[in-house]
Nanobody, 112 residues
Framework: DVQLQAFGGGLVEPGGSLRLSCATSGFTFSSTDMTWVRQAPGKDFEVISFIGRDGARINYSNSVKGRFTISRDNARNTLYLQMNSLKPEDTAVYYC?????RGQGTLVTVSS
C-alpha cells in the first residue's frame, strides 16, 4: 500500500522556520514526481510546490516562492519542505502528495 506520512509541523511565531518531512513507502519514490499541498482552515487545497523525480525540476506557488524550499532524498524515500519567514497565512495542514494519493498531513500554526 502507498504510505505518505508528513511530520515536523507545530506552532511557530511569525518569521520563524520549520522543516517538514514526508516519509514514503509502497511505491517507487525515485521514479515519482512529488508535490506539497496544504489546506488552510475553511479553504480549498493549494498546491504549493512541485519537485521532479530527479530533483531537477522545481516550482513554487506565488504564495511561498522565495520562502519555502522543496527537496528530496531518493535514497531515503523522503520528501522535505524547508519553510522560512513564516506568516500567519501559512497556517494549514500540510501534505505530501502524488497522483491521486495524499497522505497524513501535519499541522503548521503560525501565531504569536
Amino acid at each position: 500500500d502507498v504510505q505518505l506520512q508528513a511530520f515536523g509541523g507545530g506552532l511557530v511565531e511569525p518569521g520563524g522556520s520549520l522543516r517538514l518531512s514526508c516519509a514514503t513507502s509502497g511505491f517507487t519514490f525515485s521514479s515519482t514526481d512529488m508535490t506539497w499541498v496544504r489546506q488552510a482552515p475553511g479553504k480549498d487545497f493549494e498546491v504549493i510546490s512541485f519537485i521532479g523525480r530527479d530533483g531537477a525540476r522545481i516550482n513554487y506557488s506565488n504564495s511561498v516562492k522565495g520562502r519555502f524550499t522543496i527537496s528530496r532524498d531518493n535514497a531515503r524515500n523522503t520528501l522535505y519542505l524547508q519553510m522560512n519567514s513564516l506568516k500567519p497565512e501559512d497556517t494549514a495542514v500540510y501534505y505530501c502528495a502524488f497522483s491521486k494519493f495524499r497522505g497524513q498531513g501535519t499541522l503548521v500554526t503560525v501565531s504569536s
